[in-house]
T-cell receptor
Framework: DAGITQSPRHKVTETGTPVTLRCHQT?????MYWYRQDPGHGLRLIHY???????DKGEVSDGYSVSRSKTEDFLLTLESATSSQTSVYFC????????????FGPGTRLTVL | AQRVTQPEKLLSVFKGAPVELKCNYS??????LFWYVQYSRQRLQLLLR??SRESIKGFTADLNKGETSFHLKKPFAQEEDSAMYYC?????????????FGKGTKLSVKP
């Protein structure tokens, strides 16, 4: 599993509340990613990071922000959650020592009521 | 535009039948193509990539640059192959190394 964990694994929240999801890795990889997975849409990139304090937007970044103050942690924040952000969120790392293969975390199931 | 198309949302076959999951792509450079698999409520994992030319769990996929396709095949499907399959592509290095996923095909193998 390339040492990737996500927390929380499940969360139910109400519309308008802030939510932060955490991705933690133990192998010092430079690239980290946040995706959301929705039926009929597959996986879509929200934001990614290419180093400490270096982040960039993905395909569906509106309503999301990220931070990476340490190599091992990549945080995804929903400033004011909406029902359209109900989804399964996956974190991933890119392993440059294994032909840039991406390894995924176990996912966080978020429900916004 | 960079795009991955998986035309089938659901593919249902009987055990022992051949399987082909279709993937077509659009990319202006030289992409690297992947197949990822997600078993029920598990994390995604790499099944195979075109540069390795391996056969994993009996699956193979050949990159056809003329048809811009990377179809996944298995001659005899097993019930344990039931899963969600995603085709993905990436470019070369930096942000070009980010993955672009198709919408996925759910494979159901019936006994």
């Amino acid at each position: 599993d390339a040492g990737i964990t996500q927390s929380p694994r499940h969360k139910v929240t109400e519309t308008g509340t802030p939510v932060t999801l955490r991705c933690h890795q133990t192998e010092n990889h430079r690239y980290m990613y946040w995706y959301r997975q929705d039926p009929g849409h597959g996986l879509r990139l929200i934001h990614y990071s290419y180093g400490v304090k270096d982040t960039d937007k993905g395909e569906v970044s509106d309503g999301y922000s990220v931070s990476r103050s340490k190599t091992e942690d990549f945080l995804l924040t929903l400033e004011s959650a909406t029902s359209s952000q109900t989804s399964v969120y996956f974190c991933a790392i890119r392993d440059s020592s294994r032909n840039n293969e991406q390894f995924f975390g176990p996912g966080t199931r978020l429900t916004v009521l | 535009a960079q795009r991955v198309t998986q035309p089938e949302k659901l593919l249902s076959v009987f055990k022992g039948a051949p399987v082909e999951l279709k993937c077509n792509y659009s990319y202006s450079g030289s992409p690297e193509l992947f197949w990822y698999v997600q078993y029920s409520r598990q994390r995604l994992q790499l099944l195979l990539r075109h540069i390795s030319r391996e056969s994993i769990k009996g699956f193979t996929a050949d990159l056809n640059k003329g048809e811009t396709s990377f179809h996944l095949k298995k001659p005899f499907a097993q019930e344990e192959d039931s899963a969600m399959y995603y085709c993905a592509l990436s470019g070369q290095g930096g942000s070009q190394g980010n993955l672009i996923f198709g919408k996925g095909t759910k494979l159901s193998v019936k006994p």
